[in-house]
């Protein structure tokens, strides 16, 4: 199996920082990295696709960016509904493709 | 815009099976690729299975008891069985699906908690 290593765990922010997580994976994955927001109660939205594509309807503060291995996803100026838990996923590798463990942004 | 909604028994008894439901609109089910993801209670996020458009299926090695997913185009739906379950399958349950090259899940459900319990 592929692992997915995210950092960190948890970060506490305040609105208008630039925030920033990290995913690794074991072994190269190309670009089949993606991200995704949850927030408790709601649907899971992606975010970004392929490691820096933007989804549609997705505001431009996210950003995604690497290839390989190593992974960012950058909140330029962090918003109040961006106070949520991202995973990242890679989809290069079925049974199994695998999450991070996750990254709760809360207020700081 | 396609729509997601799971839904599921709620609480089952262990060794039993989970049989989960998900309905979809707004969309053609044959033109997505589908998949299951669920989230334990407190924890992270778990791949469970993968149905394709051609209709192959892929499912997470680690599950200890037999999965299976499958989808009807009759009824729009794609449906998740889990045998034998036993407390460790306790959480939120999504469907989710997508239709790019990348395999990102762009459409997800809100999900269906599912207990197991005696």
């Known amino acids: 199996d592929i692992q997915m290593t995210q950092s960190p765990s948890s970060l506490s922010a305040s609105v208008g920082d630039r925030v920033t997580i990290t995913c690794r994976a074991s072994q190269s994955i190309n670009n089949y990295l993606n991200w995704y927001q949850l927030k408790p109660g709601k649907a899971p939205k992606v975010l970004i696709y392929a490691a820096s594509n933007l989804h549609s309807g997705v505001p431009s503060r996210f950003s995604g960016s690497g290839s390989g291995t190593d992974f960012t996803l950058t909140i330029s100026s962090l918003q109040p509904e961006d106070f949520a838990t991202y995973y990242c996923q890679q989809s290069y590798s079925t049974a199994p493709e695998t999450f991070g463990q996750g990254t709760k942004v809360d207020v700081k | 815009q396609v729509q997601l909604q799971e839904s599921g028994p709620g609480l089952v008894k262990p060794s039993e099976t989970l049989s989960l439901t998900c309905n979809v609109s707004?969309?053609?089910?044959?033109?997505?690729?589908w998949a299951w993801i669920r989230q334990p209670p407190g924890k992270g996020l778990e791949w469970i299975a993968y149905?394709?458009?051609?209709?192959?299926?892929a499912y997470n090695p680690s599950l200890k008891s037999g999965v299976s997913i499958s989808i009807d185009t009759s009824k729009n739906q794609v449906s998740l069985r889990l045998n034998f379950v036993t407390a460790a399958d306790t959480g939120t349950y999504y469907c989710a699906g997508g239709a790019n090259n990348w395999y990102s899940l762009d459409y997800w459900g809100q999900g269906t908690l599912v207990a197991v319990s005696s």
């Open positions: 707004g969309g053609s089910i044959d033109s997505y690729y």
């Open positions: 149905i394709y458009y051609s209709g192959s299926t």
